[in-house]
């Protein structure tokens, strides 16, 4: 099987293409430069890398990706907290550019591969997605929008095959947590959220469902 993994670089995205690549699947990352890209492939031993930077979603346009695609999952992701009195129009615009924005591009550069496998496309979207609270507004409109565009796809292509989930996990244990807990003056505690392999075991799930079945969403809470 082949798949499309964004955010590779680390959380997430990192872990679900480690595990991807021991099951001895084929997987295509993508990052924001070639330096990254080199560090990437170093990392990620067996996957392919590609250069494309998120935060200029034109720049997938160009991307040579595999012919067949099982799989495309975004877990690519920016966060900057703060009131919408004082959120810059920069603030908005790279979270809705990285979050929305270069996903539906992506998606759209994807679609041939994906509809030749009758392939899944998963959006690592976030709690944030479902509810917007004081703070987060720009974040929580970018994951908003993103569960549009899956709901969108979903209706779209759902004749050629092409199934459509949106994943919802709660704080994750990530490098992102860690920053979201700065912005917020907290202390982080990776022991007190989701563990990233916990979410990923998820997305397994969802990759590997028999066709009979779609999970259109699925939301993963911290547990008791």
């Given at each position: ?143 908003h929008g993103l569960r549009a565009l ?75």
């Amino acid at each position: 099987m082949t798949h499309l993994v964004t955010g590779a670089g680390s959380g997430i995205g990192a872990v679900l293409a480690h595990r991807l690549l021991e099951r001895g699947e084929e997987v295509t990352v993508l990052a924001r430069s070639a330096e990254r890209a080199e560090e990437m492939a170093a990392d990620l031993s067996g996957a392919e890398v590609l250069v494309a930077d998120l935060a200029w979603p034109e720049s997938v346009e160009s991307l040579q990706l595999p012919e067949s695609l099982d799989s495309v999952v975004h877990a690519a992701g920016v966060v900057e907290l703060g009131p919408v009195s004082e959120l810059s129009a920069d603030a908005w615009a790279s979270q809705l550019q990285v979050n929305l924005v270069a996903p539906a591009a992506l998606t759209r550069v994807a679609l041939p591969g994906l509809r030749r496998a009758r392939g899944t496309v998963v959006f690592v979207n976030s709690g944030a997605g479902l509810t917007a609270h004081p703070q987060w507004s720009a974040y929580a409109a970018s994951k908003h929008g993103l569960r549009a565009l899956a709901d969108s796809l979903r209706g779209e292509e759902a004749a050629a095959g092409v199934r459509v989930t949106t994943v919802y996990p709660g704080r994750t244990a990530t490098p992102m947590q860690e920053k979201v807990h700065q912005q917020e003056g907290k202390a982080y505690d990776a022991a007190a959220w989701i563990r990233p392999e916990t979410v990923v075991d998820a997305i397994l799930h969802v990759l590997d469902l028999p066709r009979d079945a779609t999970i259109s969403d699925l939301t993963v809470r911290p547990g008791a």
